[in-house]
């Protein structure tokens, strides 16, 4: 899966702690989100789309398979 | 809560201070671990009391202490732990490396089974080794393996 996470966070101008702070989980999670590693649970995924004021769609998009 | 009262071994649920934490889990752990190792030494080895109660307690001590630490501690107190364990990637990994453990473990079990059984037949060959100490091995053996597999998942996806 592919994702526009890097972007949202810095346009807001969250360094990848203050992203893991926000979500309440490590900073290693936020590097593998980004680096497209780890795919989030829908409950994480809804509570980074809120985060960002977005869409889930807006961040993440099927890779191609 | 406030960043201000987190520290890297938190604060207890209770409210206590992170001393106070500290000094019940060590004091407490020596405790029971004195409790234990008195125990275990006059039952195991009478005649060498005083050696047998200072390896059991020293063993037991730390052991001991974690355990009281891990009940007692907040874990939203300490320093740069996660709110949401369960949706940070470490738990995936230890997922997967738990999985992991357990197919090696059904390899291992029904592979000795199998070739224990075998040798039963062709040699009249049996260990004799004490039960705990058996358990105790396979147990060291799953936890280098859980550790080891973590470590290999981690570096592969970290």
């Known amino acids: 899966m592919e994702n526009s996470l890097p972007e949202h966070r810095k346009l807001r101008g969250f360094s990848q702690q203050q992203l893991a702070d926000e979500l309440g989980v490590s900073r290693q999670t936020v590097i593998s989100l980004e680096k497209g590693r780890y795919d989030p649970s829908l409950p994480l995924a809804f509570r980074i789309a809120k985060l960002f004021g977005c869409s889930i769609e807006d961040l993440f998009t099927p890779g191609e398979d | ?158």
């Open chain 2, 1 to 158: 809560m406030s960043e201000l009262t987190k520290s890297r071994w938190g604060r207890m649920r209770s409210g206590g201070s992170t001393r106070k934490l500290l000094g019940i889990s060590l004091g407490g752990g020596l405790a029971i671990a004195l409790a234990l190792g008195s125990l275990a030494a006059v039952l195991g080895y009478p005649q060498q009391i005083p050696l047998a109660l200072a390896g059991y307690s020293i063993s037991f001590w730390l052991p001991f202490s974690a355990l009281i630490w891990v009940l007692l501690v907040d874990r939203e107190t300490i320093t740069g732990a996660p709110k949401d364990v369960e949706q940070s990637i470490e738990s995936r990994w230890a997922e997967r490396a738990g999985a992991a453990v357990f197919r090696d473990m059904l390899l291992f079990l029904g592979l000795g089974a199998g070739v224990l059984s075998f040798l039963q037949f062709k040699v009249d060959w049996f260990l004799e080794v004490p039960l705990g100490l058996a358990f105790a091995l396979v147990l060291s053996l799953l936890l280098i393996d859980f550790a080891i597999r973590y470590q290999l998942i981690k570096r592969t996806e970290g």
